[in-house]
Structure formats: structure tokens, C-alpha cells
């Protein structure tokens, strides 16, 4: 799977991490309302507080994830030094 991440443009590794994290973060939110729910006797009548919620969650993460990929690979750019062209001293 990391090779199938890492040969992708930032933006969509970006959004397959962003994505991926939201979804964990908003199903793990979903399932903890559930089991909470599940212990107390007065329950909210309906389920939709919860979706909605769990659905926001998903949807800000998911953009971050691919803001934070695409500026952390123009960092990289910047600060690598590896990527150094100028004079070789080893050309004269």
C-alpha cells in the first residue's frame, strides 16, 4: 500500500491519508455516540445529530489532509538538500 501512496502526486496522497483518517476519526466518533447511547436510558429520538456530525468531521479532515500533503512536499522541496544542482567541485 505505501508504494501505491508514494507514487501519487501530493494533493492525492493528500486526500487518500486525509480521507482515510477522516473516515477513521468520524466512524470512531459514530461508534462512540452508539455506545454511549447504548448505556444511558433517555436516547436522543433520532440517529441524524450524530451522521451529521461524524459527516463534518469527514469533510474538514479530508481537505486538511491534502493541504497538509501538498505543503509539506513543497517544504521538502525547498529544504532538501539532496536536490542541491549548483557547481561540483568533482566536474573540474
Known amino acids: 500500500m ?15 491519508l486525509g480521507s482515510t483518517v477522516g473516515l477513521m476519526i468520524a466512524l470512531g466518533y459514530g461508534l462512540t455516540s ?11 429520538d433520532s440517529w441524524i445529530p450524530s451522521a451529521v456530525v461524524a459527516a463534518i468531521i469527514f469533510i474538514v479532515i479530508a481537505p486538511i489532509g491534502v493541504a497538509v500533503a501538498v505543503i509539506g512536499a513543497r517544504l521538502y522541496k525547498i529544504f532538501d538538500t539532496a536536490l542541491y544542482t549548483g557547481d561540483n567541485e568533482l566536474d573540474d
Not at 505505501?2 to 487518500?16: E, M, S, T, W, Y
Not at 452508539?34 to 436522543?44: D, F, Q, T, Y
Open 2 to 16: 505505501f508504494n501505491f501512496v508514494h507514487k501519487r502526486r501530493p494533493a492525492i496522497v493528500g486526500l487518500i
Open 34 to 44: 452508539v455506545w454511549l447511547c447504548s448505556g444511558i436510558r433517555k436516547c436522543p
